[in-house]
């Protein structure tokens, strides 16, 4: 029989001693490893992150010694994750991100620019309107490219319309009177404006008006115009809106409550992209099936929000293979299979994708007048404040829920409409201001 | 023979250095077993606040490479804004509110689950429920219930005739803070029952035979048996809850983000805002330290009077 003592001192030295021996290897094991490639996508849903995990399996195979590793980043969490990221030097290689996520990245010096993959793509005139641009291009480079896209439209129950002998609104008044004219408190309502705090629904639903009235918040260089003419009257419009037809609930609601008062039929109109549609035909087919789409309401031309989802090249441990790699995204096989995992979520982004490939699918054949609406609007659009392309003031201004906070004072405290605006004003030229003296200063 | 002998002992051989290593790493083995530990209570504890109280001083932004220092800025524009007072206010009152409507439930709930015989157990787990759950959940359950619209309290309320018309619960400047004062006494009062439960099982019932036969009612034996007796749990569990509440962030959040206006905008919420909103990590840690001096001056004031109370006690 064997006996073994082990001493307390053997036991530390034993232990000192391997783990002196475990990092002998180290280098061999790295020299040896494949060549890693790290992908952040915030697309959850299964069938998102599935179809992405294939588009990954058919890259490594396409490229022996490439490993891709996929980590799937909350949108919420997006903004927080980078910052720490960049700090602890574990930048991803390639990034799905809110196109506007992408200025602050670009501004921190987060990005490699992109200028190669939309030249490989085809340039920016491959892309549906001016969106490569106005949705990528930063101080002269393209720092993010548009995976997907979806515009604002404006959602109405055909059976309500049609009961109060209405047609789909095309102008301002043309909406104020089928909202009025489809309310029957405190059943439902015509159309419920979400003013929540916290939200940037008032905040996009009045710039939609302002630019409609050929208007909007500031210049390209940070200059604020905001208390002017067309704000004052979109902000009217939308007072109006909210106290004749909005019943209740217009300071409580978020752009993501449109889920559930489009499917328990509590509004008749509503603000949101097509996706909402595909929600009802899921989760409330009855009520689907009553749904349909037109542009929003116009004052002198329509003011389109544009929602983009890029892909970005942040400074990872692999740039050769993260070009690529977007560059496969967008690959025929690749690109309109994954814009139809969930129909009339995702709209392509590229021209080339609007084919039968894309308009054979049942659900975006039966919801057609929804999806050319929604092409049709892609042409002439832009992300909220972003009119003039990427600005750092934009997203500053609208996550200072400055506009929704406007919205609530006048109709929870009655306070005058010129009055909040020129508060309103002040509040953005702080923000402006704020970002301006960094941003200036380089 | 010991290490020190060992060390002390001029005959003997001189050891290699391995030896020597292992020698010296065995008589400080305490201390690396420590190390661990402190690590990672270091890396935890000291170093965000390290690192936060240096930031606060800096113009360091989530938009912009690198920071400078801008000595006091941070704090000067956080006292210069209204909102922050206005948010101090606010959470003055909600942790006040919150702690005090968690303690009289909790107290309650104690005591009257200290009567029952039959289910005590299945009674005491469903009382806990609040607790077994995220808080986004609450929250979203919570919303629902008080949606103006299809929210089924005012459906009950105007079922029975208490109100005429739908509530805006969490929409209204007037109602929002007590509303979500009401709903963090539900999800926070199972706490104080539980910690309350526990102190009530180790008074001696040896008192409350001696009150007896003094004659004392109900309500003395609550006042000077009971109450006493809980003191130091009592104190325990309010100064932990002021802590929690006081720094609560999600319950707001996602219930109100803040609203309406500014009637629910809590000093994390304004912190949240300064930091991940307007991308202002500076100003976020500035108000952090504020937070910190306010809490901190909080706490005092608890542990003064406890020590005062003690003091009474045993005079």
Redesign the interface.
């Known amino acids: 029989m064997f006996e073994t003592h082990i001493t307390r001192r053997g036991l530390v030295g034993g232990a000192a001693t391997l783990a002196a021996a475990s990092t002998l290897p180290a280098p061999f094991v790295r020299a040896q490893a494949q060549r890693r490639l790290v992908f952040w996508h915030s697309y959850s849903q299964k069938e998102r992150s599935d179809a992405m995990r294939q588009i990954a399996d058919r890259f490594e195979k396409a490229n022996p010694g490439v490993k891709v590793d996929i980590e799937i980043v909350p949108w919420p969490a997006f903004p927080q994750k980078w910052p720490a990221a960049m700090a602890a030097g574990t930048l991803p290689d390639v990034t799905i991100l809110l196109a506007e996520n992408a200025v602050p990245m670009a501004l921190a010096g987060a990005l490699n620019p992109m200028d190669d993959v939309v030249k490989a793509l085809g340039g920016a005139e491959a892309f549906k309107g001016d969106i490569a641009r106005t949705t990528g291009l930063f101080r002269g480079q393209h720092v993010s490219v548009p995976h997907y896209v979806h515009n604002r439209l404006l959602v109405y129950r055909k059976d309500r319309l049609a009961e109060a002998g209405m047609q789909p609104p095309v102008t301002w008044d043309d909406a104020l009177k089928v909202a009025i004219a489809t309310t029957k408190a405190p059943d439902h309502f015509g159309w419920i404006p979400k003013l929540a705090k916290g939200d940037t629904g008032g905040g996009f639903l009045l710039w939609m008006m302002a630019r409609s009235a050929n208007g909007s918040f500031f210049d390209k260089d940070g200059k604020v115009s905001f208390d002017s003419a067309p704000v004052k009257d979109a902000t009217a419009f939308i007072v109006e809106l909210a106290r004749k037809a909005g019943g209740p609930g217009v300071t409580d609601y978020k752009i993501n409550d449109n889920f559930s008062l489009v499917n328990s039929g509590k509004t008749s109109l509503a603000e949101d992209s097509a996706a909402i549609v595909a929600g009802a035909a899921k989760d409330a087919p009855a009520v689907a099936e009553q749904l349909d789409a037109t542009f929003m309401p116009r004052r002198k031309r329509v003011g389109n929000l544009l929602g983009g989802i890029s892909v970005a090249l942040p400074k990872g441990k692999n740039p050769a293979d993260g070009k690529e790699f977007a560059r496969f995204l967008f690959a025929e096989e690749n690109y309109t299979p994954f814009l139809l995992t969930i129909p009339l979520f995702m709209f392509p982004s590229l021209k080339r994708a609007e084919g039968p490939s894309f308009f054979d699918n049942p659900t975006i054949k039966r919801f057609r007048n929804v999806v050319d609406v929604t092409l049709k609007g892609l042409e002439d659009t832009s992300l909220a404040g972003m009119e003039h392309g990427l600005n750092p003031y934009a997203g500053p201004v609208m996550n200072s829920y400055a506009v929704e906070d406007m919205f609530q004072r006048i109709l929870l405290r009655n306070e005058p409409i010129d009055q909040a605006v020129g508060t309103t004003a002040k509040q953005i030229e702080k923000v402006v201001g704020d970002v301006r003296t960094r941003f200036d200063r380089g | 023979m010991s290490a020190l002998a060992a060390k002390a002992d001029p005959h003997q051989p001189a050891r290699a250095p ?2 020597r ?3 010296w ?2 008589e400080r ?1 305490a201390i ?1 077993f420590l190390i661990p530990g402190l690590a990672c209570l270091s890396a935890v504890i000291l170093y965000p606040v390290a690192y936060n109280a240096v930031v606060g001083f800096t ?1 360091a ?5 690198g920071w400078r220092f801008v000595g006091t800025a941070n704090f000067e524009a956080t006292l210069a804004d209204p909102l922050f007072w206005r948010a101090t206010l606010n959470t003055l009152v909600w942790t006040a509110c919150s702690v005090a409507g968690q303690l009289l439930l909790g107290l309650v709930a104690a005591l009257a689950l200290e009567q029952v015989t039959v289910g005590r157990t299945t009674l005491r787990l469903a009382l806990i429920v609040p607790w077994a759950f995220p808080s986004i959940v609450m929250a979203f359950a919570w919303r629902y219930m008080l ?4 929210g089924v309290l005012n459906f009950l309320l105007m079922q029975v005739g208490l109100i005429d ?4 619960w ?4 007037d109602l929002a803070m007590p509303t979500v004062i009401v709903m963090n006494i539900w999800f926070g009062f199972p706490f104080m029952m539980v910690a309350i439960v526990a102190g009530l099982q180790t008074i001696p019932q040896e008192l409350y035979e001696a009150a007896d036969i003094d004659g004392a009612g109900a309500w003395q034996k609550f006042w000077y048996v009971t109450l006493p007796a809980l003191w130091q749990v009592i104190a325990t569990v309010v100064i932990l809850r002021t802590i929690w509440v006081f720094n609560n962030f999600d319950f707001v ?1 996602l219930t ?7 009637a629910t905008t809590t000093l994390p919420v304004y912190a949240y ?1 300064a930091g ?5 990590l500076g100003r976020m840690a500035a108000v952090a330290l504020v937070m910190m001096v306010i809490l901190g001056f909080i706490l005092a004031v608890y542990f003064r009077l406890l020590r005062l109370q003690k003091k009474t006690g045993e005079a």
């Open positions: 391995g030896r290593l292992v020698a790493l065995d083995l690396l113009n932004s989530l938009m912009f490479p949606d103006p619209l299809y018309a739908p509530q805006q969490l929409g209204s400047p959040f109100t983000g803040g609203g309406p206006i500014d805002n991940w909103q307007q991308y202002d």
